[in-house]
Nanobody
Framework: QVQVVESGGGLVQAGGSLRLSCAVS????????MGWYRQAPGKQRELVAV???????EFADSVKDRFTISRDNAKNTLYLQMNSLKPEDTAVYYC??????????????WGQGTQVTVSS
């Protein structure tokens, strides 16, 4: 089984920074893409940023130039550096990993989420 655990959330003032981490453990034959999603109260979950196994990245327009996504493949860990935070970034942030199965196919695993609150 694959476990996904986020950490690093918290309360920060507007303009501040936070760094989220996502640790993946268990039977990880191969991790494909890894990504961060967020869900604000009353809104649908949305993509924040994603990084492929080769290091290609994609960001939501709302976070471009403020957030950076990176991964440490040796540690099976994903990071999200968030700078210049805004109140509208307040949400629960979820880590998603796409894992290749040894016998073929692939599947997604989600973490439990970490709360990020940005005060104005």
């Amino acid at each position: 089984q694959v476990q996904v655990v986020e950490s690093g959330g918290g309360l920060v003032q507007a303009g501040g920074s936070l760094r989220l981490s996502c640790a993946v453990s268990g039977r990880t034959f191969r991790i494909n893409s890894m990504g961060w999603y967020r869900q604000a109260p009353g809104k649908q979950r949305e993509l924040v940023a994603v990084i492929s196994s080769a290091g290609y990245t994609e960001f939501a327009d709302s976070v471009k130039d403020r957030f950076t996504i990176s991964r440490d493949n040796a540690k099976n860990t994903l990071y999200l550096q968030m700078n210049s935070l805004k109140p509208e970034d307040t949400a629960v942030y979820y880590c998603n990993v796409n894992v290749a199965a040894p016998m073929g196919g692939q599947y997604d695993r989600w973490g439990q989420g970490t709360q990020v609150t940005v005060s104005s």
